[in-house]
C-alpha cells in the first residue's frame, strides 16, 4: 500500500480494525446509560427560549421577587351551552379548589413530591352570568412542558366530572403547555422507530441487499448514543443548554446526514471492490478518494450549524452546538467504525449482488450516465431552462406566512382541549385572561403607569397583586384581545410606548404576549445575522475544497435558488392543501441551515468527484464521469435524507410538520433536478472555466466529451 493511502488504512487494518470495533463498542457500553438521561438534562423553562437582552427576560428575571418563578397560568372555564351557570355549578367550582391545590407533580422519583399549584384564585363569575373562571397558577420550574403534561391532566380529572350538562375546559400558557407536552411525550421514541424504518426501507431499495443496510444502521445507532451521551455530559457539567426541540430534531439530523456519509463511503468502496483484490486495500483507497468529500460535508454541516450561535434568540442559539455534535459524532463512526465493520464482514455482505474483482462498473451504463450524454446535448438551454422553471417556483415564497403563530393554530391536526377552552373563555371573558401583561416599575410611579396603561387600547384592567420590593413595583394587566394576535403585540407595543415615556418610572413590560412578541422579533433578526454567515462558511469550504473561485459561487447560487423554490412550492401548499394559518418567525431561518448545509453535500459529493475525473479526462468528460459514478449515491442519499425529515410530518404540530415537509421537498428537489441537471449542465457549459483561478482552470485542452449516449469512461484504479 502506498504512503498516499496509510492514514486512511489506519481504521480498516487486518488489525486495526478490530481495536476500532472495540474502542465503539466500550463507547457504546458507556454512552447507554448516559443517553437515556438526555431527558432529564433539558431545560424547557422560558429562559431557554428567550432573547438574553430582551425586555420580557428583563420582566421574567425581576418579578421573580414578587411572584414565584417558573409559573404558567391555567385557566379553567366552566360553562353551559347556551344556559346560565347554576348554584350547584357554582359549589362543584368552588369544591375543586382544593383538590386542585393538592395536585403533586408526577416528575418526582425520590423525596417528597411538589405541589404544582402555588396560587388558585376563584371561581370568579362572568358578567353574562354563563360561565365560572378559575385561574391556577402553576410551577413548572426547569421542567417546562415536561410537568405540564401529566400535570394538566390530573386538574382535567377533577374539573371534569360535575353535574350533567356542565363542560369544564383548560386553556391559557399551562393549559396550551399541557397538550403540548402531550404531544412531546413519548415522541422521541416514535420518531426513532419511524426514521429507523424509513431508513432501512430506503436501504433495502438501494442495495437491493437482505444484508449490507444493517452496517450503516448499527453506525447511526451507535453515533445517535454517543452524542447524546455527549450533549448529556456537556449539559450537566459544562453548561450547555438542551431544549426537547433540540433532542427530537437531533435524532432526524443523525440519521439522515449520517447514512449520507455511510452510502458515499459504500458506494466507492464497491467501486474499489472491483478494482481490488484485497478488501482492506480496497476500503483504504474508497475511505482515501471519499474521505475529503465526506470531510467537508460533515464540516460544512457542522460549522452551519455552529453558525446558529450568532443567533439572540437562546433556543436557536443552543440547538448550533447540540446539533454539530451531533454531525461531528455521526462524521466519526462512518469513517472508522463502518470501515471497519465492512472489512472485517467482507463482500457477502453486498450479496447478492457481490462487486467481484474484474467485474464491470455498472454506473458506466447506468441511468445517471443516459442522463449525463442527455444534458450534453445542448447544455446551456438545460441549465437555462432548469433555472428559469425554479425561479418561477420560487415565487411563491412571496405568499409565505411566518408570522406568530397563535397558540390556536400550532396543531396540525385535531382540536386540543386549549383550543376549545380559549374560544369559550373568548365568550364570556375578556380575551387577556390567564395571560396578563406584567409590569415592573420604580416604587412611587404605580398609579402613573397605571393611568397610563388604561389609556392604552386592547388593556381592559391593570391591578397591583404585590407589595413594593427593592423599590420596585408590580403590576399585572389584563388584555381585552386575544394575547397571541396582532392586536395583542400591538397592545403590547402601545403599552411599552406608554410606560417607557414616564419619566423616572424605568417601567418594563412583560408577560406571554410580550414574550411571543419579542421571540417573533429576535427571530427576524437571527434570520438576517446568520443567513449570510452561513453563506460565508459554505463558500469557504467550497473554496478550499475545489481550490477554485467560480465552482463556489455558481454552486451557492444553485443551492439558493433550490431553496426559493422549496419554499415558494412549500407557500403554496402550506396555504392551499394544508391550511396552516401560518408557520413560524424562525421558519426561513432553520429551513435554510437545513437545505443549504445538507443541499451543499450533494454539491460536494458531486464536484469532488468530477474535480477528480478533471484532472484526468477534463471538465466536459470529467462532468458526465462524475455524475454516472455519484449520481446514483446522491439520489439514495437524498431520499434517506428526505424520508428522514418527512418523518416529522408525524407530529400533529404546524411547525415541526411545515419543517419537515419543506426539507423534505427541497432536499428531493436538489438532489434529483439541483445536483444531477443544474450543476451538471453548468459544468459542461462553463467547462474548465469552473476551477478558476487553479492550475486546472489554465488547462491549454479540454478531452473532447464522448458522443451522446456513448458511456462514459470509468475512474482511474488504484
Not at 446509560?33 to 438534562?41: F, V, Y
Not at 459544562?238 to 439530523?253: C, P, S, Y
Request: with cysteine.
Amino acid at each position: 500500500m502506498t504512503r498516499a493511502y496509510r492514514f486512511a488504512s489506519l481504521p480498516c487494518g487486518r488489525r486495526a480494525k478490530w481495536v476500532v470495533l472495540g474502542v465503539w463498542i466500550v463507547i457504546l457500553l458507556v454512552s447507554l446509560p448516559l443517553a437515556g438521561k438526555l431527558t432529564d438534562a433539558q431545560k424547557n423553562d422560558s429562559s431557554a427560549w428567550l432573547p438574553n437582552d430582551a425586555e420580557s427576560t428583563r420582566v421574567v428575571e425581576e418579578s421573580k421577587r414578587f411572584v414565584p418563578s417558573e409559573t404558567l397560568p391555567a385557566v379553567i372555564v366552566y360553562h353551559r351551552d347556551g344556559a346560565a351557570i347554576t348554584a350547584a355549578d357554582r359549589a362543584k367550582a368552588a369544591a375543586d379548589v382544593p383538590r386542585l391545590k393538592a395536585v403533586k407533580s408526577d416528575l418526582e422519583t425520590s423525596g417528597p413530591k411538589r405541589r404544582l399549584a402555588v396560587d388558585v384564585k376563584g371561581p370568579i363569575p362572568s358578567q353574562d352570568g354563563k360561565a365560572l373562571e378559575t385561574i391556577v397558577t402553576v410551577h413548572v420550574g426547569n421542567d417546562g412542558w415536561a410537568v405540564l403534561g401529566p400535570g394538566i391532566e390530573d386538574y382535567r380529572d377533577i374539573v371534569q366530572k360535575g353535574p350533567p350538562g356542565l363542560d369544564a375546559h383548560i386553556t391559557g400558557p399551562a393549559g396550551y403547555g399541557g397538550d403540548f407536552s402531550n404531544v412531546f411525550s413519548g415522541f422521541d421514541s416514535a420518531l426513532l422507530a419511524v426514521t429507523a424504518a424509513i431508513v432501512i426501507a430506503i436501504l433495502l431499495l438501494t442495495y437491493r441487499s437482505p444484508i449490507l443496510w444493517l452496517a450503516p444502521l448499527l453506525c447511526v445507532a451507535f453515533s445517535l448514543m454517543a452524542a447524546q451521551a455527549l450533549i448529556y455530559l456537556l449539559a450537566e457539567h459544562a453548561g450547555l443548554t438542551v431544549n426537547g426541540q433540540a433532542a427530537f430534531i437531533l435524532t432526524v439530523l443523525v440519521f439522515g446526514a449520517g447514512t449520507d456519509y455511510a452510502l458515499l463511503l459504500i458506494a466507492r468502496y464497491r467501486e474499489e471492490l472491483r478494482r481490488h483484490q484485497d478488501r482492506h486495500e480496497a476500503m483504504a483507497v474508497a475511505l482515501h478518494r471519499a474521505g475529503p468529500a465526506i470531510v467537508a460535508s460533515g464540516s460544512t454541516v457542522a460549522l452551519s450549524m455552529l453558525a446558529l450561535f450568532f443567533a439572540v434568540l437562546s433556543s436557536t442559539q443552543s440547538m448550533g452546538p447540540v446539533m454539530a455534535i451531533g454531525i461531528v459524532v455521526a462524521f466519526a463512526a462512518m469513517v472508522t467504525l463502518l470501515p471497519a465493520l465492512l472489512v472485517i464482514c467482507g463482500r457477502w455482505m453486498f450479496w447478492p449482488r457481490r462487486p467481484a474483482y474484474g467485474s464491470d462498473e455498472p454506473t458506466e451504463r447506468g441511468l445517471w450516465a443516459r442522463v449525463g450524454s442527455a444534458v450534453a446535448v445542448r447544455p446551456r438551454i438545460t441549465w437555462l431552462v432548469t433555472a428559469v422553471v425554479l425561479g418561477a417556483l420560487a415565487v411563491g415564497v412571496f405568499g409565505l406566512r411566518t408570522d406568530t403563530l397563535a397558540a390556536k393554530d400550532a396543531f396540525s391536526t385535531g382540536k386540543p382541549d386549549a383550543v376549545t377552552g380559549e374560544e369559550v373563555l373568548g365568550r364570556h371573558f375578556p380575551a387577556g385572561s390567564g395571560a396578563p401583561l406584567q409590569i415592573i416599575t420604580k416604587a412611587g410611579t404605580g398609579d402613573r403607569v397605571r393611568a397610563a396603561l388604561l389609556n392604552v387600547p386592547g388593556v381592559a384592567d391593570v391591578r397591583s397583586p404585590a407589595q413594593p420590593s427593592g423599590g420596585r413595583v408590580y403590576l399585572e394587566g389584563t388584555l381585552s384581545v386575544p394575547p397571541d394576535s396582532d392586536r395583542g403585540f400591538a397592545a403590547v407595543k402601545a403599552a411599552r410606548d406608554a410606560v417607557h415615556a414616564i419619566p423616572g418610572a424605568n417601567a418594563i413590560v412583560g408577560g406571554a404576549s410580550a414574550v411571543t412578541l419579542d421571540v417573533s422579533e429576535a427571530s427576524h433578526r437571527d434570520q438576517n445575522v446568520v443567513i449570510p454567515i452561513v453563506l460565508v462558511v459554505v463558500f469557504g469550504i467550497l473554496a478550499l475544497l475545489l481550490r477554485a473561485l467560480v465552482a463556489p459561487l455558481i454552486l451557492i447560487a444553485t443551492v439558493v435558488l433550490s431553496y426559493g423554490a422549496a419554499l415558494g412550492v412549500s407557500a403554496l401548499v402550506f396555504n392551499h392543501v394544508f391550511g396552516f394559518a401560518s408557520t413560524d418567525p424562525s421558519f426561513a431561518l432553520w429551513t435554510f441551515v437545513f437545505l443549504v448545509a445538507l443541499g451543499t453535500d450533494y454539491n460536494i459529493f458531486l464536484m469532488t468527484r468530477v474535480h477528480e475525473e478533471s484532472k484526468r479526462v477534463g471538465t466536459r468528460r470529467g462532468a458526465l464521469v462524475g455524475l454516472a459514478a455519484t449520481g446514483g449515491v446522491i439520489t439514495s442519499a437524498g431520499t434517506v435524507l428526505a424520508g428522514t425529515f418527512a418523518a416529522l410530518g408525524t407530529m400533529p404540530l404546524v411547525f415541526v410538520a411545515a419543517l419537515g415537509f419543506t426539507v423534505a421537498f427541497g432536499v428531493l428537489l436538489d438532489t434529483f433536478i439541483v445536483r444531477s441537471v443544474l450543476v451538471t449542465a453548468l459544468n459542461l457549459d462553463v467547462g474548465r472555466r469552473m476551477w478558476w483561478p487553479s492550475r486546472l482552470a489554465r488547462a491549454e485542452a479540454e478531452a473532447p466529451a464522448d458522443a451522446p449516449g456513448e458511456p462514459a469512461p470509468a475512474a482511474r484504479g488504484d
